[in-house]
Each structure stands twice: as C-alpha cells, then as structure tokens.
C-alpha cells in the first residue's frame, strides 16, 4: 500500500510540528508514508475568493503529484473535502478521478482504511473537541446537531479510548468557530465573536486541552486563547495521539490494513518506545 502524506500550507509555514506529528502517528500505526517535495497547496484559498479559474493549474500540479500513489493522507478536512468535492471543474480523468476518491482526512484514513476503533496511550487531560463544519457536514466524520441530539463521531471515539482522557462536554457541541477561510477577513467582527463564544464554551466547561482535525479552525481559536491568555493548550489531535503512543509496547494493537485491492493484511503496530 502507497501512502502518499500531503501538508497543508498553513500547517507547513504555521505548524510544522503537525505535520510531524502526522507523519509520526501513521509510522506508529505501521505505515511508512511518503512526503512528495514538489506538493504545494490543494488550491482551496483561491477558490474560496472567486478565483476557482486560477485555482486550476493548483488542482492540476496536486493530481500530478499524488496519482501514483493508493491513498493520499492529510491533517486537514477541509483541504481533503476540497479535493474531493471541487477538483470536478477540471477534466475528469482517471488521475483525477483516483485522486479525489483516495484522498482521506488522517482520521477517516485510520478508522475507515486501518479498520482502527481505538488507541492505546495515556494523556491524563481534559480535552475539549472542535468539530469543524467541512469535517462534520461535509465528510460525515461526526453526528450533526440538527438531525439528532446523539453526539458520537470517530475522532471521539479515539480521543474516549485513550487511558486518561475526559472529553469535554459543551453546551453547543457542533458550532462553527467563525473562522471559515477568507470570511475571517471579509467578515472580521463576527468572524471573531463567532470564535469567541467558542472559547468561552471550552473555558465554561473545563477544557484544558482543545483539539480538533482542522488546524485552520484551531489557529483561528489559539489566537484568542493567546490573545486572552487563558488556562488553554491548543493541539491537534495527531499531536494529542502521537503523545500518547509515545512508550507503548510495540506488540499492544494491531490494525487492520485494507490495501487497494480491497483485500485486508494484519500488521503489528510500530511504536517507539
């Protein structure tokens, strides 16, 4: 199985240790990603100011880059729902149309493809979860709050199965946090009290550690909780994970891998210990 491993441009010039952390987590689950030099962005920031004409050769050079390869992972569902969803304004063909439907957010990747449910590890914080709406209403990784009051999802289910860990619960689970692209620009007060009253629902309820899968959406609330010097660490929840794994035994789990056949192989996790 060929894992290709693409980083968002926020992420590389903002939050190297994400993409680490990335890189690291999958190596722990036991798959040897590899990280094309030549990889620039999905192309996303111009499409969402008007100028998706543009954005193609960006669409373009992203096929290019990762057609050979089985799966494409990132630490982004916004920049995976992107690919998926928008590259259909360029010719369909059989590159772009493998790219788009091999290309999986990191947390659809281990719990849709590894057939992983749960991790070992032990990180003994309160961590607050933000849903971000590409993530929820555009990947269906989590339950939406207006079709039913159950609040379930994959990244929580990994986050209950770390030893230690208490989810937070908030009283508005699933609200967009403002930030949403080029809007935090062109709309900048609600854009921010949208992210405010996000924070305060953490701080109201406990959180000492808030995550989430979109550091766009993260970046967005740490400047408030910077900016308001509150009690609050800000991490992805790769980081979270690759934490905890940090001094498993390496014999603990083991995943199953689906490869591009559809056939399944079994493989010990690889953790350093």
Request: glycine residues 10%; negative net charge.
């Amino acid at each position: 199985m060929k894992v290709g491993l693409f980083i968002p441009c926020y992420i590389d010039q903002f939050y190297p240790q994400v993409g680490i952390a990335t890189y690291q987590l999958l190596e722990k689950l036991g798959v040897k990603a590899d990280f094309p030099r030549q990889q620039t962005c999905c192309g996303q920031p111009m499409a969402n100011t008007g100028c998706e004409q543009d954005a193609k050769p960006v669409y373009r050079h992203f096929v290019d880059t990762f057609s050979k390869y089985d799966y494409v992972v990132a630490p982004s569902g916004s920049c995976v729902y992107h690919v998926r969803k928008h590259y259909d304004v360029v010719e369909q063909t059989g590159a772009v149309q493998h790219v788009r439907q091999s290309t999986y957010d990191l947390f659809d990747f281990i719990t849709t493809v590894l057939g992983v449910t749960e991790l070992p590890g032990r990180f003994p914080h309160q961590v607050g979860l933000h849903l971000s709406c590409h993530g929820q209403r555009g990947l269906h990784q989590a339950n939406e709050s207006e079709m039913t009051p159950v609040r379930e999802g994959q990244l929580s289910r990994l986050l209950r199965s770390i030893d230690g860990l208490t989810l937070t619960e908030l009283n508005r689970n699933d609200e967009c946090c403002g930030f949403g692209g080029t809007f935090c620009i062109t709309e900048e007060a609600v854009s921010a009290r949208m992210g405010q009253d996000r924070v305060q629902d953490h701080l109201l309820n406990g959180t000492q550690v808030l995550t989430g899968g979109d550091m766009s959406c993260l970046m967005h609330l740490e400047g408030i909780v910077r900016r308001r010097q509150l009690p609050m660490r800000v991490m992805h929840a790769a980081e979270i994970f690759n934490a905890a794994l940090d001094g498993v035994a390496r014999t603990s789990v083991r995943v199953g891998l689906n490869d591009a056949n559809g056939t399944t192989e079994e493989r010990p996790i690889k953790v350093t210990i």
